[in-house]
């Protein structure tokens, strides 16, 4: 390997925005933990609160996991009162959850703890400078899906 192919961790972009991720999880599993949640369980209520309806794969998609995590864990949320899903499928095979009153309690709860840590980790930057950052990672993300047609 020359160095031409070797990744400089101090200065390569992936690997901070790793580390970054890694702080944000770690922050936010630290503020759910007290309240009884995993972040897969706030991520499950929270799309539930914006989409109610929301198939098992629809939600395994939006939470980052896979059909079957999102299965059992819909199925322990179910079990504990903060969702709710039909007994059959109104249409096809799909039963869509929606939040309890219970499920939405403890959401408020989630969300307060998981803005603050939002709050901490831009805490110091300017308006424009969130901007940019949110501009930035969402093209990273774009080029990312979409490829680099240029190529």
Same mark, same amino acid.
């Not at 996991?65 to 109104?90: C, D, F, H, I």
């Not at 403890?106 to 424009?128: F, I, P, Q, Y």
């Given at each position: #390997?020359?160095?031409?192919?070797?990744?400089?961790?101090?200065?390569?972009?992936?690997? &901070?925005?790793?580390? @970054?991720?890694? *702080?944000?999880?770690?922050? /936010?599993? =630290?503020?759910?933990?007290?309240?009884? #949640?995993?972040?897969?369980?706030?991520?499950?209520?929270?799309?539930? *609160?914006?989409?109610?309806?929301? +198939?098992?794969?629809?939600?395994?998609?939006? @939470?980052?996991?896979?059909?079957?995590? #999102?299965?059992?864990?819909?199925?322990?949320?179910?079990? =504990?009162?903060?969702?709710?899903?039909?007994? @059959? @499928?109104?249409?096809?095979?799909?039963?869509?959850?929606?939040?309890?009153?219970?499920?939405?309690? +403890?959401? =408020?709860? *989630?969300?307060? *703890?998981?803005?603050?840590?939002?709050?901490?980790?831009?805490?110091? /930057?300017?308006?424009?400078?969130?901007?940019? $950052?949110?501009?930035? &990672?969402?093209? #990273?993300?774009?080029?990312?899906?979409?490829?680099?047609?240029? $190529?």
């Amino acid at each position: #390997m020359s160095q031409d192919e070797v990744v400089d961790l101090r200065t390569s972009l992936g690997y &901070l925005l790793k580390e @970054a991720s890694s *702080a944000l999880r770690a922050a /936010m599993e =630290e503020v759910l933990r007290p309240l009884g #949640m995993s972040i897969t369980h706030y991520a499950c209520l929270e799309l539930l *609160a914006q989409r109610p309806g929301l +198939s098992n794969s629809e939600l395994a998609r939006g @939470a980052f996991v896979t059909r079957q995590t #999102m299965n059992v864990l819909l199925q322990a949320l179910e079990r =504990e009162g903060y969702v709710t899903r039909p007994a @059959a @499928a109104p249409v096809g095979k799909a039963l869509p959850a929606r939040l309890t009153p219970r499920g939405r309690r +403890s959401l =408020e709860k *989630a969300s307060a *703890a998981v803005r603050s840590v939002e709050v901490r980790m831009l805490d110091g /930057m300017t308006e424009a400078e969130r901007a940019d $950052a949110f501009r930035i &990672l969402q093209r #990273m993300i774009h080029s990312l899906r979409e490829g680099n047609d240029g $190529a």
